[in-house]
């Protein structure tokens, strides 16, 4: 059987990469460079403990604060707000209490599995050195700043992943470069990073290459279907032949769906992040620090400096003042960081109101597939969600239950 995957980031080619290696014919298609999307700027984390819902009311409570300051953590552009308005009502509605208890069961359920997966598909692609053996550290100036983010802590707890609350010095301790200001840690060790996501990415492509797939160029204007698809038709009048196709598109993953007729509440999640290549310092862990949205990750030969939301669409412009403004927040817990030797970079996270990602059959034409709306999870879920998919479409029985994450869920 000929499968096609359209999109070449890190959660279509680990299900090209699984797919392939289980017996299907995977052409693996992008209008772009294998890995350019999302899956080159990433935080490089495996974020194990970040799977919470973003709806929960203490989250959208903020937003319109959020919205009102030019250097708040999320951000809409004026002109947008109405295009949002669908989504946001979606969201708002995600936030009722027992609904944000299945919504976190459900993300918890893929994060317990993470290791399962990644791990394996590491050995035997002989890429376990990409991953690193240090976690994270989770950043508060003072208790006031730990009890706003208890909730984050108390998920921990009943999910039982895995932490440790350390003092300032004992956080100093393992990051000397870290500020005085930092009176409170929480140790996260199964948020590893990884050395370099865009190299991992298109090493798995090679791996890919190797035991037979393709990747092909072309950007998708339609589909064939009669009674299931039967072909992707590209730019230029071109096609390819299809028994299956898979839509692993990211945040561009909705405008594939409506030419299929499958509409989907799929947003983007703009994010930004500064490459610093001489950083003046040197770090082991990465850092969160919740109350000022930025994250910092050794990673990709430098230290790459990330967060913040913003919410403009597809087409906009960026806006690379969320840049300036993370690296100024990260010198406020790295004091001696320099900002030299730097790239600025812009990409679209794939983001449903409920931010569970759809990994499912179509529910309309035999024979498609989605898989997106990993949000800030991509390379965090890429392995799990390469497992899941490979049994779903090959008719194995997947690990979990596969209801909550259906495409006809909304």
């Not at 030969?301 to 927040?329: N, Q």
Request: aromatic share 8%.
């Amino acid at each position: 059987m000929t499968t096609v995957i359209v999109g070449a980031g890190v959660i279509g080619t680990a299900i090209a990469y699984e797919l392939q290696k289980r017996g299907r014919q995977v052409v693996l298609l992008d209008k772009d460079e294998v890995g350019r999307g999302a899956s080159y700027g990433n935080m490089a984390s495996i974020a194990v403990t970040e799977f919470m819902p973003a709806s929960r009311p203490s989250i959208w409570r903020q937003i319109p604060g959020w919205m009102l300051n030019p250097e708040g953590p999320v951000r809409v552009r004026p002109g947008y707000m109405p295009k949002l308005v669908p989504w946001f009502v979606r969201f708002v509605a995600a936030s009722r209490p027992g609904k944000l208890r299945q919504l976190e069961a459900e993300g918890a359920a893929l994060s317990k599995r993470v290791y399962d997966d990644l791990l394996p598909l590491l050995r035997e692609t002989g890429l376990e050195d990409e991953l690193t053996e240090k976690g994270c550290l989770s950043l508060y100036s003072n208790e006031a700043e730990f009890h706003a983010d208890r909730e984050h802590i108390d998920i921990l707890e009943r999910f039982d992943f895995p932490h440790q609350r350390l003092t300032g010095a004992q956080a100093r301790e393992l990051e000397p470069e870290l500020s005085d200001n930092i009176g409170i840690a929480v140790l996260l060790p199964q948020n590893r990073s990884l050395r370099d996501p865009f190299r991992l990415v298109n090493s798995l492509a090679q791996r890919f290459i190797a035991l037979g797939g393709e990747i092909r160029r072309g950007d998708v204007v339609g589909f064939n279907c009669s009674d299931r698809v039967t072909a992707v038709r590209l730019a230029g009048d071109g096609q390819i032949m299809a028994d299956e196709v898979i839509i692993c598109a990211g945040a561009y993953s909705a405008l594939l769906s409506r030419m299929l007729g499958e509409p989907m509440p799929l947003e983007t999640e703009r994010g930004y992040h500064t490459q610093i290549m001489s950083p003046g310092i040197s770090m082991r862990h990465s850092i969160i620090w919740p109350a000022r949205a930025f994250m910092v990750t050794p990673t990709a030969g430098g230290i790459r400096v990330g967060g913040t939301v913003e919410m403009a669409g597809l087409d906009a412009a960026p806006d690379y003042r969320r840049s300036k403004i993370t690296v100024r927040r990260a010198q406020t817990a790295l004091p001696n960081l320099r900002c030299e030797n730097f790239s600025e970079w812009m990409g679209h996270r794939p983001a449903f109101p409920d931010t569970v990602p759809v990994m499912s059959a179509s529910a309309k034409v035999r024979g498609v597939f989605y898989a997106t709306g990993h949000g800030h999870l991509g390379v965090t879920y890429a392995a799990t969600t390469a497992r899941l998919m490979g049994d779903l479409i090959t008719g194995a029985t997947p690990p979990i239950d596969m209801r909550p994450y259906r495409i006809d869920r909304f």
